[in-house]
């Protein structure tokens, strides 16, 4: 009888999982068709294109126009910040390269598939709707896939019933399913491709089993690809690397049998870091990556910070900051890389000349990190809030090692390294979204830790 009652509840869960995924599908599906204003997904998107295309990528996909006519990887546009420099169009290394070449893929076969566009005119709105749409495709391809793989992964660490509850959860969190899961953008992708890469790693170790054929093809293609489409995942991996580092050392087994596996996936990027630092390098007499970060660390830490992006900053204190720009309108008009220097040294001095008002913008940043809000939805999510807490409690517990194991040390990489910029840089709910599985994971290990206390309790007692 009891064993039919638990095959019953199973078979619930289960239903209620598809019945999640399927509103999933059909709420991404529902806003694709009609086109829902963009202030419901919650993000910054141009107004005057597909409502779930990012407005990074009309950007990108200017500087991917001007790269396929011969000209390099040359912008028009100096997003983010005041304009100062004479030409039409200069050198950029602003935007992930990775990017851009993808935007350089996706011109080419719009341009081969619609005979009546010529590349030397701006991509078309209908551009962005079908690369909002291939975006749309793969990120629920992705997604349909890791729910097994978090499924697989909370059940390394919670019993199989509340493993599917975790999962449900998984596919139905409010980020998922109603703020930043619902925009056709990268962090969409990038997010479920992190959870089957954990969960492969934390299920062959746990069962001392090798990589198999196609496991080692997915880590090696994949880790460099959401590595350089979003730099905040290097991080995520260096920690990982580091964590599966120290894992090896208490067993060597590990070394030859995991860690080996990623030397694939690790000479692909060091050799698009060569490439990227070589390109630079030409260009700019510099061997960098990007000089995004320069201004990111200049919106985190300046005396208008207020620990999230604000991209109105310019406008609202105009009469502030453009004497002070003006006066250094020399260095701004020269190159991208010294202008964005100049952003740098001015971010680095004020952190330096401040150090009160940086610890009080670090603790701000950390309470914005955590507040149960969503990606420009300034309501508190009870669920979201539910999770926070819950998490906290985990996060308790493991300092005081009632929960122990360097497994935990894995699924808290991106919960980190993710935090880690955000403090370093400026809160962005986009980012967070990237750690919320695993954060949600760690919730409901500390929620099954009080559970099977209370019950050990109560069985005591009685």
């Known amino acids: 009888m009891v064993s039919l009652f638990k095959e019953r509840k199973s078979n619930m869960l289960l239903m209620v999982l598809v019945l999640s995924l399927f509103t999933k599908l059909f709420m991404d599906g529902f806003v694709e068709m009609h086109k829902f204003p963009a202030y419901i997904t919650g993000v910054s998107l141009h107004k005057h294109f597909f409502p779930y295309s990012n407005v990074d990528d009309i950007e990108m996909a200017g500087v991917a126009r001007n790269f396929l006519l011969g000209k390099g990887f040359v912008t028009d546009k100096s997003f983010d910040r005041p304009k100062f420099r004479h030409e039409t169009e200069w050198p950029t290394a602003f935007r992930p390269k990775l990017n851009v070449l993808v935007h350089v893929i996706g011109i080419k076969i719009y341009a081969a598939c619609n005979a009546d566009y010529n590349i030397t005119e701006p991509a078309p709105e209908i551009y962005f709707e079908d690369f909002a749409t291939c975006i749309l495709i793969l990120k629920n391809i992705f997604f349909i896939v890791s729910l097994f793989y978090f499924y697989r992964l909370a059940g390394l660490f919670l019993n199989n019933t509340a493993a599917l509850i975790a999962t449900i959860l998984y596919c139905t969190y409010p980020s998922v399913i109603l703020y930043v899961g619902m925009i056709n953008i990268f962090e969409c992708i990038i997010m479920p491709c992190l959870v089957i890469i954990i969960s492969m790693h934390l299920y062959n170790r746990r069962h001392d089993k090798k990589f198999s054929a196609w496991q080692m093809f997915f880590l090696t293609v994949t880790i460099p690809v959401i590595c350089f489409l979003k730099m905040q995942v290097c991080l995520i991996m260096i920690l990982f690397y580091c964590v599966a580092l120290v894992d090896a050392m208490k067993n060597r087994q590990l070394i030859s049998r995991y860690l080996w596996a990623y030397r694939a996936a690790n000479i692909l990027i060091a050799n698009f870091v060569i490439y990227i630092c070589v390109s630079n390098y030409i260009t700019f007499g510099k061997p960098i990556i990007s000089t995004q970060s320069s201004i990111n660390l200049w919106h985190g830490h300046n005396q208008y910070a207020k620990g999230s992006w604000n991209p109105a900053v310019w406008d609202q204190h105009r009469d502030e900051l453009m004497p002070i720009l003006q006066k250094d309108s020399v260095v701004l008009a020269k190159d991208e890389y010294t202008e964005t220097m100049y952003y740098k040294n001015q971010a680095i001095t004020w952190i330096k000349t401040h150090p009160k008002q940086e610890l009080v913008l670090a603790v701000r940043k950390a309470a914005i990190y955590f507040l149960p809000n969503n990606s420009n939805c300034w309501k508190i999510n009870p669920i979201t809030a539910l999770m926070h807490l819950c998490f906290f409690g985990f996060i308790f517990l493991f300092a ?56 050990k309790t109560k069985a005591v007692t009685a």
């Open 400 to 455: 005081l090692r009632r929960i122990k194991g360097i497994e935990f040390y894995y699924l808290l990489c991106p919960v980190v390294a993710i935090f880690a910029v955000n403090i370093i840089f400026f809160v962005e709910y986009r980012w967070r979204y990237i750690a919320d599985p695993f954060m949600l994971l760690l919730a409901c290990v500390f929620v099954n830790y009080l559970l099977e206390r209370f019950t």
